[in-house]
């Protein structure tokens, strides 16, 4: 069952990742402080022009990307959400990503730092033909075994 927060600044950037296109990107960039930092798998900037060309560089690369948030739950100033990322590959295979995000809120409710945690080992590479097959063998082997 979906939990999802009361707080307005919660509210509005789940309904900015969950309505985000090309043309939304202003609108969800407003939600955050001048000098965010933006940390995921592939990225690290800081600034809002700087997460605009991350998500710019998303809408360039990849086909119908979306977000579904599953949870969103806050305290104080940080915020947690659980979200699916959903998108197109290059010749249209669908994929499907988990992760969490963690959100701090500045004092003027902005949004002052935003992580991303997936594992892009199973959640990505795993999942592409010919890494994928390097990448079960290496968790099969790795993976503890009951005794």
């Given at each position: 069952?979906?939990?999802?927060?009361?707080?307005?600044?919660?509210?509005?950037?789940?309904?900015?990742?969950?309505?985000?296109?090309?043309?939304?990107?202003?609108?969800?960039?407003?939600l955050?402080?001048?000098?965010?930092?933006?940390?995921?798998?592939f990225n690290e900037v800081q600034g809002r022009a700087a997460i605009g060309c991350v998500f710019q560089h998303m809408f360039?690369?990849?086909?119908?990307?979306?977000?579904?948030v599953g949870q969103a739950?806050?305290?104080?100033?940080?915020?947690?959400?659980?979200?699916?990322?959903?998108f197109e590959r290059a010749g249209g295979a669908r994929m499907c990503i988990r992760g969490a995000t963690h959100l701090h809120f500045a004092?003027?409710?902005?949004?002052?730092?935003?992580?991303?945690?997936?594992?892009?080992?199973?959640?990505?590479?795993?999942?592409?033909p010919v890494l994928g097959v390097v990448m079960r063998a290496l968790q099969k082997k790795l993976a503890a075994r009951p005794r």
């Amino acid at each position: 069952m979906p939990l999802f927060s009361s707080d307005p600044r919660m509210a509005a950037v789940v309904t900015a990742y969950e309505a985000l296109r090309p043309e939304t990107v202003p609108a969800l960039l407003a939600l955050y402080s001048p000098q965010a930092r933006f940390k995921d798998p592939f990225n690290e900037v800081q600034g809002r022009a700087a997460i605009g060309c991350v998500f710019q560089h998303m809408f360039d690369t990849l086909g119908a990307p979306r977000f579904i948030v599953g949870q969103a739950v806050s305290e104080g100033d940080a915020g947690f959400l659980t979200w699916e990322f959903l998108f197109e590959r290059a010749g249209g295979a669908r994929m499907c990503i988990r992760g969490a995000t963690h959100l701090h809120f500045a004092a003027d409710g902005s949004v002052d730092l935003h992580r991303d945690y997936w594992d892009a080992a199973e959640e990505l590479y795993a999942k592409l033909p010919v890494l994928g097959v390097v990448m079960r063998a290496l968790q099969k082997k790795l993976a503890a075994r009951p005794r």
